[in-house]
Each structure stands twice: as C-alpha cells, then as structure tokens.
C-alpha cells in the first residue's frame, strides 16, 4: 500500500494544508490533530495513489433533519463520513456476508463484523468524526 496523503482546509483563511502518513490510521490521527488544534475548519480528505479514500467534514453534531442524501453515512461519532471511500478500505470477504440495501445499515453490520473478523474497529466508521 502506497503512503496517504491528507489535505485539510480552512474556511478563515481560504488555507490548505497537506500532510503524509504510511497507513490509514496514521491518517486519521493526523485529521484528529489538527481539529484538536484548530487547524482544520471546513474539511479533510484522506487521499492515497490519486484515489479519495475518506472526506471528514467540521460540522456540528448531525441529527435525523440535518442528514445529506447518501453517499454519506454517519460513523459511530454520529459525524458524517462518505460511503463509498470507506468501502474502498473494507474487506471484500465481509462486505459479501452481508444482505443489507440500506447503506447506514450495511456501514454498522460491516463494523460491527470487521471487528468479529480481525480483532479491530473498522478505521472509517470509529475514527472518521471529531471527538
């Protein structure tokens, strides 16, 4: 697997930032930072070879009325999270266990079975929002 790249920007100062990371976790740690820090206020994507692998938005807790039309999903941070990139991460073998339609189910079951299968949380849907 190829390094990760991860642009942050910022609505202040019409800001971009870019940072690198070996692997996925490593990644996601380095978007926590800097929210931590306040360096991140609009979003951060999580590229890797050309390809988007996760976009994390700064965004206020959703709720049931505030919640886009799909690919988004909500991660166990009840932060939105997309979809589509989180499955370019999962296990092929888990994703075919599962007979669910509704893609905030399906995200749920398959954390829920990544964990069962490999003894760790799923890193999109655990580490995908802001704490």
């Known amino acids: 697997m190829g390094k990760f790249e991860i642009i942050t920007t910022s609505k202040?100062?019409?800001?971009?930032?870019?940072?690198?990371?070996?692997?996925?976790?490593d990644a996601v740690e380095i978007v926590r930072i800097c929210w931590d820090r306040d360096i991140v206020t609009e979003s951060?994507?999580?590229?890797?070879?050309?390809?988007?692998?996760?976009t994390y938005f700064t965004c206020p807790r959703v709720s049931d009325d505030n919640v886009p039309d799909m690919p988004y999903?909500?991660?166990q941070d009840n932060c939105l999270i997309d979809f589509e990139a989180a499955m370019n991460?999962?296990?092929?073998d888990i994703m075919?266990?599962?007979?669910?339609?509704?893609?905030?189910?399906?995200?749920?079951?398959?954390a829920r079975l990544h964990e069962e299968v490999h003894g760790e949380e799923f890193a999109p849907?655990?580490?995908?929002?802001?704490?």
């Not at 075919?96 to 398959?110: A, G, M, R, V, W």
Request: glycine fraction near 6%; charge should be negative.
């Open 89 to 92: 991460l999962a296990d092929s």
């Open 96 to 110: 075919s266990e599962i007979d669910i339609e509704n893609p905030q189910e399906f995200i749920e079951e398959y």
């Open 44 to 54: 951060a994507q999580i590229w890797m070879e050309d390809e988007l692998v996760a």
């Open 125 to 131: 849907y655990a580490n995908g929002g802001r704490q």
């Open 73 to 75: 999903v909500l991660n």
């Open 12 to 25: 202040q100062d019409d800001s971009e930032g870019i940072d690198y990371a070996d692997n996925y976790k």
